[in-house]
């Protein structure tokens, strides 16, 4: 397997022997629908989301969604924004980019709730623009359900587009690995941080008879630091290309420059 990968088959085992397992296995159960492997998959999550949440617009693990033609109807009528749909698998929205007069991608602002209004157009002049396109985005509100329906977030876009396309860029949710055959991707120790986190979980039922679950905390504080460390690496660059300092870098001129 590639370097520092393991499947969940060895990684279940790496749990019980430094458990100690061995004849409590109808409180820790094994296999692909045990409850060591629950535990495994809910220790991953929280390393998932420390890696996201280091690397500054969560960049480690961003999904692109289909490019979308933009709403071009306010979302309530007389109001100053459109929305788009938050996908019901997304924990967080990264961020929108938008197609509008011609071919170049721009990214909307990321907005406060409260400052949603302060992005739109004068109507008295609204008819006699060029169709600058939205600016800005926030949340509105974010997935939920009813039941067994899982029901889309809504993301604010303002002001509200008269024509073109977007892409939704957004950190997606963690589905669950079971499988023996199932990788898990062992980047910077992130493998060595589940774990951990899974031997505390286990603890809890056995009342932490040998009181390890201080030693298993320290340890697993001691490689949170580098997995953050190396997370906000991932994405830390700088634009290569400078933004003109007459302008924001928004407005595009009709010969192609920007304003």
């Given at each position: 397997?590639?370097?520092?990968?393991?499947?969940?088959?060895?990684?279940?085992?790496?749990?019980?022997?430094?458990?100690?397992?061995?004849?409590?296995?109808?409180?820790?159960?094994?296999?692909?629908?045990?409850?060591?492997?629950?535990?495994?998959?809910?220790?991953?999550?929280?390393?998932?989301?420390?890696?996201?949440?280091?690397?500054?617009?969560?960049?480690?693990?961003?999904?692109?969604?289909?490019?979308?033609?933009?709403?071009?109807?306010?979302?309530?009528?007389g109001e100053a924004y459109a929305e788009i749909p938050w996908p019901v698998d997304?924990?967080?929205?990264?961020?929108?980019?938008?197609?509008?007069?011609?071919?170049?991608?721009?990214?909307?602002?990321?907005?406060?709730?409260?400052?949603?209004?302060?992005?739109?157009?004068?109507?008295?002049?609204?008819?006699?623009?060029?169709?600058?396109?939205?600016?800005?985005?926030?949340?509105?509100?974010?997935?939920?359900?009813?039941?067994?329906?899982?029901?889309?977030?809504?993301?604010?876009?303002?002001?509200?587009?008269?024509?073109?396309?977007?892409?939704?860029?957004?950190?997606?949710?963690?589905?669950?690995?079971?499988?023996?055959?199932?990788?898990?991707?062992?980047?910077?120790?992130?493998?060595?941080?589940?774990?951990?986190?899974?031997?505390?979980?286990?603890?809890?039922?056995?009342?932490?008879?040998?009181?390890?679950?201080?030693?298993?905390?320290?340890?697993?504080?001691?490689?949170?630091?580098?997995?953050?460390?190396?997370?906000?690496?991932?994405?830390?660059?700088?634009?290569?290309?400078?933004?003109?300092?007459?302008?924001?870098?928004?407005?595009?001129?009709?010969?192609?420059?920007?304003?």
């Amino acid at each position: 397997m590639t370097f520092g990968w393991r499947n969940m088959l060895a990684i279940e085992g790496d749990i019980t022997y430094r458990f100690s397992i061995g004849g409590v296995t109808l409180r820790h159960s094994i296999g692909t629908t045990g409850r060591v492997r629950q535990l495994f998959n809910a220790s991953w999550r929280e390393t998932r989301e420390l890696v996201a949440l280091a690397d500054d617009g969560e960049g480690a693990y961003l999904i692109r969604g289909a490019t979308t033609t933009l709403p071009v109807t306010a979302a309530v009528a007389g109001e100053a924004y459109a929305e788009i749909p938050w996908p019901v698998d997304a924990i967080a929205v990264a961020g929108v980019r938008c197609l509008v007069n011609g071919t170049r991608w721009y990214p909307l602002k990321r907005l406060s709730f409260n400052a949603i209004h302060d992005w739109q157009y004068d109507p008295a002049f609204s008819g006699w623009l060029p169709n600058r396109g939205p600016r800005g985005f926030a949340s509105r509100v974010i997935p939920d359900g009813v039941s067994n329906t899982e029901t889309a977030g809504q993301v604010m876009i303002a002001p509200v587009p008269v024509s073109g396309s977007y892409a939704l860029w957004y950190l997606q949710g963690w589905q669950d690995r079971s499988a023996d055959a199932n990788t898990i991707p062992g980047m910077a120790n992130w493998i060595e941080h589940a774990i951990l986190g899974t031997l505390m979980k286990m603890a809890g039922p056995d009342g932490d008879s040998q009181a390890q679950f201080s030693m298993w905390e320290k340890q697993q504080m001691k490689i949170a630091d580098m997995i953050t460390a190396r997370a906000q690496k991932l994405t830390g660059g700088l634009p290569l290309e400078p933004r003109d300092a007459r302008g924001d870098g928004y407005d595009f001129d009709r010969f192609g420059g920007e304003l």
